[in-house]
């Protein structure tokens, strides 16, 4: 079945750096535009980046110019390189896969904190 697994998430001090991956199986990754989504407490969940199989990326406004979103096709693989943290980019950190079709199935991972906080 697809899975995609997180990691990376911890606590880091405002101004430190902190990098998450998404590990993908049992898609066809390259079917599929990549992307992390947060949620915050109390928080609607929010787009944070995206990439496409083509590697073009997109960001939004808050994390422009800090974070960076990168893919490896060939491992299946995405990761969220988070720099100048600021503590309002505490949240739940979800990888998501949407696939090119629209109306066939999209996917999430579990989750993986992240809080930033001196």
């Known amino acids: 079945q697809v899975q995609l697994v997180e990691s990376g998430g911890g606590l880091v001090q405002p101004g430190g750096s902190l990098r998450l991956s998404c590990a993908a199986s049992g898609l066809d990754y390259n079917q599929y535009t990549m992307g992390w989504h947060r949620q915050a407490p109390g928080k609607q969940r929010e787009l944070v980046a995206t990439?496409?199989?083509?590697?073009?990326?997109n960001y939004a406004d808050s994390v422009m110019g800090r974070f960076t979103i990168s893919r490896d096709n060939t491992r299946n693989t995405m990761a969220l390189q988070m720099n100048s943290l600021k503590p309002e980019d505490t949240a739940v950190y979800y990888c998501h896969a949407d696939h090119h079709v629209s109306w066939l199935p999209d996917y999430w991972g579990q989750g993986t904190q992240v809080t930033v906080s001196s």
């Open positions: 990439i496409t199989s083509g590697l073009y990326a």
